[in-house]
């Protein structure tokens, strides 16, 4: 068995890899040129592939089959629960034309909607911002802008209310401005025209005029969006002010004092943050020259935008569907059921022995001051304070009680609509009462449950329980080579994050605090400025790429990679005089240290659907997976020295990016 699955691993990484390509030219085509052949985003209809897809397929294949299955052993009374909302989202159909009456009901709550009133809806009896807090204190949604309770930036121990932006649907300043993003920005407007006719029952030309107005009024919001393409500090982007002092910035045209108060359902003496006040800003000239018809609308369709979910005709996919909307709205409890029936006790300790090995390692470079001799001594041992407090978790919420949490829910696999109203209601007050009580770990998206990440005010890396699945990346039967070349990455990525341009402004409490000298940072922006250019200078699909000052990605790439080879290489010495033949792969004619290098790319190999790589551009902080590859390997002068690349050719550039 054991030799069967390491031939599995040899045929898989055979399959990817183009070796008749020139590693030392481009090592994405050498390791993963044929991957794109196999595994084409078109052909299989989704957007992207590569390993965390392919990991998250399989994790939401557990899930579909966990959320399926009648009621078992495993299952506790929140677990139910869980389940009667995956049916009800599968019976999405059976609503048919109750959804549009539920809808009106939903906006009737809070008063009038012009597009369904027509002539007889009166202006000057909407209260704009009035009508945005009482929707923010009864379902937590915040149209326009809002106040949001979470963990105060300086003392993690207490909650603090934010004021700032509500979300935007497109994610970025670019995809509302940038012609290049014209094409999305068409497709929301369809989006909306179809939400209009399908959930309000407006007519076609109505639903199209509509759809533009509210479209070009959020682009309009959207100018006050801040720039990803630049690096800003929290405490740029955030300022602790009196409601008072902030409700005099706006007056009259937002009346702070009034949002507050009706949304949070109390007076607030305490002070606040005011989160980018680029976009309050920007918001006071919106309001001013924009029809209260058209903010109307806007507000009511943000309001039912919540709560819209349309049925696949199509079986298999009205279950994927319903497997990520119940992530969405129970990630934590889903993870959590994964994790009491599918928990390998192999993968939760190899992880975390990865962890003490990456850890120590990271630990030794802090120390030596040749290796890092642009950090001053004194912000060095404050890095290694950091260092030594960081912690790795698992995302199994065995900690979490969720008896507490679904107290009053009483979720029915009948009507979802109904389900989704109630959650929305009992985590908005929920939220509201986290104000008068300490702070508890942050809540994880469903993002998060299947990509690890940095926690920069836990000073944690949260790993995903998707990642405990065994054969996708690591197994006993592989070589260490593969682990390290796998695993270790990924978490030396989110190891580097606690100290790149976001990460070194909290400290070892991961409170956000300013513990860097004067010339320890400036030799960060020095080696940051050799990022900039670099990565400035790669084409994608023949997209160039902008100088982006923003390089927290790609330095954690870096160091993430150069901490794992070099724990790698540390435990290859330490094994002396022992038998190192399972460090290759029959059929393979690579080293352990070249295997290495060949897995850490192709965790990295994808291929994504055309359409979608101006999106990509522009909303993820993340480079191209290929020019990620690229780019790390090309700055390492161990990757040069283990696949004999010459001075000066492609991989081995003379100018390298360094950090850490």
């Known amino acids: 068995m054991k030799e069967l699955l390491r031939q599995a691993k040899v ?7 183009d070796q008749q390509a020139d590693p030392c030219s481009d090592f994405y085509s050498f390791s993963c040129g044929n991957f794109a052949k196999i595994n084409s985003a078109l052909k299989l209809d989704v957007s992207a592939v590569g390993l965390f897809e392919t990991m998250t397929n399989g994790f939401d294949r557990k899930i579909l089959k966990m959320l399926n299955t009648t009621h078992d052993n495993h299952d506790t009374l929140e677990d139910i629960q869980v389940k009667h909302f995956f049916k009800s989202c599968l019976r999405l159909k059976e609503l048919n034309s109750t959804y549009t009456a539920k809808m009106k009901r939903l906006i009737a709550e809070f008063g009038t909607m012009p597009v369904l009133e027509g002539s007889s809806w009166k202006e000057e009896d909407f209260d704009w911002l009035g009508t945005t807090a009482r929707i923010s204190h009864r379902y937590g949604i915040t149209p326009i802008f809002g106040v949001e309770v979470t963990s105060d930036q300086a003392d993690n121990q207490r909650n603090v209310i934010y004021l700032g932006e509500q979300e935007f649907y497109l994610e970025s300043r670019s995809m509302y401005m940038d012609n290049s993003t014209l094409n999305y920005r068409e497709k929301y407007r369809t989006k909306i025209e179809g939400v209009l006719k399908d959930f309000l029952g407006l007519k076609v030309e109505l639903a199209k005029q509509t759809a533009k107005e509210l479209l070009d009024f959020e682009v309009d919001l959207a100018q006050g969006i801040e720039d990803t393409t630049q690096v800003y500090s929290l405490g740029e982007l955030t300022e602790l002010l009196t409601v008072a002092e902030v409700h005099k910035r706006y007056e009259p045209i937002l009346d702070i004092e009034r949002l507050v108060s009706i949304s949070m359902g109390e007076t607030i003496t305490e002070q606040i943050y005011e989160y980018n006040k680029r976009y309050q800003q920007n918001l006071v000239e919106v309001i001013k020259r924009t029809p209260k018809r058209i903010i109307a609308n806007y507000i009511f369709f943000r309001l039912i935008w919540e709560f819209v979910e349309s049925p696949s005709d199509k079986p298999k996919k009205q279950k994927q569907d319903c497997v990520h909307l119940t992530k969405k709205f129970f990630v934590n409890n889903v993870d959590n059921m994964f994790y009491r029936r599918y928990n390998n006790e192999n993968s939760s300790r190899e992880i975390d022995k990865m962890w003490r090995q990456l850890k120590e390692t990271f630990n030794e470079t802090l120390h030596s001051s040749s290796t890092l001799d642009w950090i001053e001594p004194p912000t060095r041992k404050l890095a290694i304070a950091k260092l030594e407090t960081m912690t790795l978790q698992i995302n199994n919420y065995v900690w979490e009680n969720f008896t507490e949490e679904f107290e009053g829910l009483n979720l029915q696999s009948s009507d979802l609509v109904d389900n989704m109203l109630q959650i929305q209601l009992l985590r908005t007050r929920q939220t509201r009462e986290k104000l008068h009580k300490q702070s508890k770990p942050l809540e994880i998206d469903e993002m998060l449950s299947f990509t690890p990440a940095y926690l920069q005010s836990e000073n944690a890396i949260k790993m995903p329980v998707a990642m405990l699945q065994p054969f996708y990346m690591w197994s006993d039967v592989y070589p260490t080579a593969v682990l390290f070349g796998t695993l270790a990455p990924i978490i030396g990525h989110e190891l580097i994050h606690g100290f790149d341009e976001g990460g070194k402004s909290y400290d070892a409490q991961g409170n956000y605090n300013d513990w860097w000298d004067e010339e320890s940072n400036s030799n960060f922006v020095k080696g940051r400025e050799c990022f900039t250019k670099q990565y400035g200078r790669y084409k994608y699909d023949g997209i160039q790429l902008k100088e982006s000052t923003a390089q927290s990605e790609n330095i954690a790439d870096n160091g993430g990679m150069r901490v794992a080879f070099t724990a790698y290489r ?49 909303i993820d902080t993340h480079m191209p997976d290929k020019l990620r590859l690229i780019g790390t390997l090309s700055n390492y002068d161990e990757f040069s020295k283990e696949f004999n690349c010459p001075a000066g050719s492609p991989m081995n550039p003379n100018e390298k990016c360094v950090l850490y």
């Open 11 to 17: 045929a898989e990484i055979e399959s990817f890899m």
């Open 570 to 618: 540390k435990w290859y010495e330490s094994q002396g005089t022992k038998d190192l033949t399972k460090e290759t792969l029959p059929k393979l004619p690579y080293t352990g240290k070249q295997l290495f290098f060949i897995s850490f790319a192709q965790t990295l190999c994808n291929d994504i659907d055309p359409k979608l790589k101006v999106k990509q551009l522009s």
